[in-house]
């Protein structure tokens, strides 16, 4: 099983090198079994899963409501979709997810920093199509 305070503690430093000014917010939930970090810009929240059981990190964008998470998970409570894989959507706005996918195929604590540390610098990278393209899905 693998360890998410050592994870987490990545993902605490990579978002500071990573987004820095970008960011307007962060928070955690879930639970020990899959505690969740998550961060604010002012047009799109990252939550980063960490899944201690499988020991990999998912990395799931939307958009923020009152600057937090939106409610509900894949889905609101009104049944439309509110969450997407960073992979996902990293192909459908052109950019090359193969890294991120080929990290994802590895397993335990240290394939999980490196999910991390990987999918926040894509991230990053792409923030403004990213940004855009989760703001497409949820029409606003």
Same mark, same amino acid.
Request: net charge negative.
């Given at each position: 099983?693998?360890?998410?305070?050592?994870?987490?503690?990545?993902?605490?430093?990579? &978002?500071?090198?990573?987004? %820095? $000014?970008?960011?307007? @917010?962060? +928070?955690?939930?879930? *639970? !020990?079994?899959?505690?969740?970090?998550?961060?604010?810009?002012?047009?799109?929240?990252?939550?980063?899963?960490?899944?201690?059981?499988?020991?990999?990190?998912?990395?799931?964008?939307?958009?923020?409501?009152?600057?937090?998470?939106?409610?509900?998970?894949?889905?609101?409570?009104?049944?439309?979709? &509110?969450?997407?894989?960073? %992979? $996902?959507?990293?192909? @459908?706005? +052109?950019?090359?997810? *193969? !890294?991120?996918?080929?990290?994802?195929?590895?397993?335990?604590?240290?394939?999980?920093?490196?999910?991390?540390?990987?999918?926040?610098?894509?991230?990053?990278?792409?923030?403004?199509?990213?940004?855009?393209?989760?703001?497409?899905?949820?029409?606003?």
């Amino acid at each position: 099983m693998s360890r998410p305070d050592s994870v987490g503690a990545s993902f605490e430093q990579v &978002v500071a090198e990573t987004f %820095g $000014a970008d960011i307007v @917010a962060t +928070g955690t939930a879930g *639970t !020990a079994i899959m505690p969740i970090r998550w961060l604010a810009t002012p047009g799109l929240v990252v939550e980063v899963e960490l899944d201690v059981r499988e020991g990999v990190a998912v990395l799931l964008l939307s958009r923020p409501v009152n600057g937090k998470p939106p409610s509900g998970y894949y889905l609101d409570e009104s049944g439309r979709p &509110v969450r997407w894989h960073l %992979g $996902a959507l990293l192909s @459908a706005i +052109g950019a090359d997810a *193969t !890294a991120l996918r080929d990290a994802t195929r590895a397993t335990g604590e240290q394939a999980m920093d490196r999910q991390v540390r990987l999918g926040l610098r894509l991230t990053s990278q792409h923030l403004t199509e990213l940004t855009a393209e989760v703001s497409r899905r949820t029409g606003s």
